[in-house]
């Protein structure tokens, strides 16, 4: 795969578009974990160094049309804080506002433009849409590896619709270098944990990772429906009742592949969805009516661990509990330090990605010891199945280069 090389790109006097992933955990209006930002530091300053115009284009959440809920406002401060300089703020990212405030810029400056989800026209990669947004720049940047498996408008059609030369960006070069070295031959046995709230986004991919890997651990609010399908009583626990079947044929596909699929033997649970809620441990088969499962219990870390450790490569996407909240981040916390331990003892190695699973492994203070931490989370998950991303694809230069000319 070639791409062009940024540090190559001239620059100067030129408004560089730069796709970056601005979508970070959120908590009462604050940014929660910088980290995404904290990668797209040196594509920002290297551009603006340079003399650059670094226009930063991102989405925020899933916003339902203009919702001032989801603004980027408080995190183009952030980044600003971050990167050490001031960002301006553009309250629309085409039109009058993103034109005025771009129309302004002198040479170095960074300018972020409002979440591009405002417009529906964004998620449905619309062309018209795309070529506003491409009219804004004389170049494109995708530092945006997070975001990569999604098709839409400021990421793919921005670069089919025109005729910006695309480079990537400085942190999306180091993942795709990274996943690029350890996905192609990953020793085995090969393991893949896959948390967080949500099946729905994830269930598909369950089924792809059935292929690739030996153990399936199955954690977060979405072992609740693989419980459910098992036909456990899961009380008052979050669960995607309609998506039953499809676990069900998860499992089913599992045995048929002769795959081990690893599911809580016991949670903690609790009456409320709170910090610090009062909550019990329990074996899976005795979640009562009016229990919610928040955590995994002690014998499913126990378990967990013991899998690991006949273990080669492990791929992580999603925590085990409700970890935003104490103490229902413990599972995870736990899990994280066993696998610092054995990564660092060279008996495992070891790839993290996803939003709330690099916030989970920094609360655990664990991320610089694994062998590497990707932003992404869907589109690190499907890059291990091997797909090139529709984010990359853009950016791809053909493999044969032109026949030279007479
Ligand atoms: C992510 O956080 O996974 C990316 O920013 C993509 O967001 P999305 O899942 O809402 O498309
Ligand atoms: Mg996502």
Redesign the pocket.
Known sequence: MRFRNLADAEVKGKRVLVRV?L?VPMRDGQVADATRIAEIVPTITALADKGGKVILLS?L??PRGRDPQFSLRPVAAEVARIVQRPVAFAEDCIGPQAEAAIAAMREGDILCLENT?FHPEE?KRDVTFARKLAALGDIFVDD?F??A??A?AANTAIVTVSDLPAYPGFAMQAELDALNNAFETPEHPVAAIVGGAKIS?KLELLGHLLAKVETLIIGGGMANTFLAAQGKPIGKSLCEHNLVPNARDILAKAKSLNREVVLPVDAVVAQKFAEHAPSRVVPVEDVGPTDMILDIGPRTVEYVVSVLARTKTLVWNGPFGAFEFEPFDNGTVEVAEAVAELTEAGRLVSFAG??DTVAALNAASVTSRLTHVST????FLESLEGRTLPGVQVLLLSETPAAPRR
């Open positions: 992933d979508n989405h959440d899933r989800r998620e945006a997070s975001v498996h999604r839409h986004t996803g939003g992404g989370g869907g589109a």
